[in-house]
């Protein structure tokens, strides 16, 4: 398939997304009364930080706040549960089962409320958040709700990279979906809100979850978001941007990396199984954003291939023109971001150079798809993984991938120059 046409498909389904999140509007109007639990699964966190995130939930007055942590956080729960003790309504349940399916599985069982909020430690809400998120249960088809995320804390180049990435999901992807086919990828589990209804049914086969006869231990968003989609009563999934959180982001390189692996195999496992299981192609839009996401794992990785390819041969004035079409199309594609930080257009080069460099990164995650662990906070530690066999075959299919295209350009250039 010629080069062009590769990045015609590109541009058109990006002015096809941009267009259908103008048809979107969040749910407006008065909030139903309706109880809310909070379930909050605890492993490793910091314990100051806990504790003042801690506050942002109560304050927003739910039904009742449930943590269940770890038995190894001493320190975490020896002040929860002083907290507990001022708080009728603030419970915690200590557990030394490892992970956090379990965790979640053992606080939803635990609940009252009518709605049940499934939130990480270190997310911290505002004022109405609680509210907003609300609203859209005011109609009854609604199962699960997907509130709006900023990272918290800028600082690191790594965290301003992932808050660029984040402001482009949740002004485009999230609203078209949400607006045209009322569905999701994925209610994220920074928080995840559900109808109890909705969530009940599902909550059990969370710790049964297996890919490729392996048990899956991380992605527990993705498989309450498929599987309250896939229920017999084809609960809708929709994006309120009115309801804000404010979530931590990793300040390293490498442990947002690690994240971003995860992250990655969560999502390929997910969308295989949602593909495998059909109900997705009742939800077009979904099923075809799911495709298509899939596929950009490949054809992002052809830009920087032609542009090497083109120096070494010697054409620089195609290799002037890539370089240029960078700068532009990568400042176009990252509006939603630069219009809410002015400052934001010298992250345009790094967001560019960031973006091919997670190519071959998106390729391992695929091939190591069934690689189970969290990467991050140490939860690897407490399964015990040999995973070094699986490094070398996944190392191995990334490069026959790259040298076949390589090969392919090559032929490309070779012809024509």
Known sequence: MPLALIGIWRWGVWVL??????LYDPYNGIAPDLSVSIVVPVYRADPDDFMETTKTWIANDPHELIAVIDHGDTEIIERFQA???????????????????????DGVHATEGEIIALVDDDVRWRD???????????????????????????????????????RLQFAIDYPALSAVSQSSSCVSGRTA???????????????????????VISG?????????????????????????IDIGAEPSASEFLSQTVRWTRNTIRSDLKAMSEGWVFKRKALAYYNLDRFISMFAILLAPLYFSLSLSRTAYTIAAAILIWWAISRSIKMYPYLRE????????????????VMSPVYLY????????????????SRFGFDQLRQRVVTSGSILLVILTMTIYIGLLLRFRY
């Open 17 to 22: 997304k941009v267009a259908l999140a103008q």
């Open 83 to 105: 907290l507990a003790d001022n708080h009728s309504n603030v419970s915690c349940i200590v557990t030394s089962t490892p992970g956090k399916r379990p965790a979640l599985r």
């Open 128 to 166: 109405d958040t609680l509210e907003e998120f609300l609203k859209p249960f005011s109609d009854p088809k609604i199962g699960a709700v997907s509130p709006k995320q900023v990272v918290r804390t800028q600082s690191s180049l790594s965290q301003k990279l992932y808050e660029a990435q984040m």
């Open 193 to 215: 809100v559900y109808r109890r209804n909705a969530l009940l049914p599902v909550i059990d086969d969370l710790t049964e979850e297996t890919f490729l006869g392996k048990q």
């Open 220 to 244: 527990d968003d993705k498989f309450l978001t498929r599987a309250v989609q896939a229920s017999d009563w084809n609960w809708d999934v929709v994006y309120q941007s009115t309801s804000v």
């Open 341 to 356: 930080h002015k400052g934001g257009f010298v992250l345009v080069p790094i967001y560019t150079l960031g973006s091919f």
């Open 365 to 380: 995650a695929l091939f190591s798809a069934n690689t189970q662990g969290w990467l991050t906070r140490g939860d690897d």
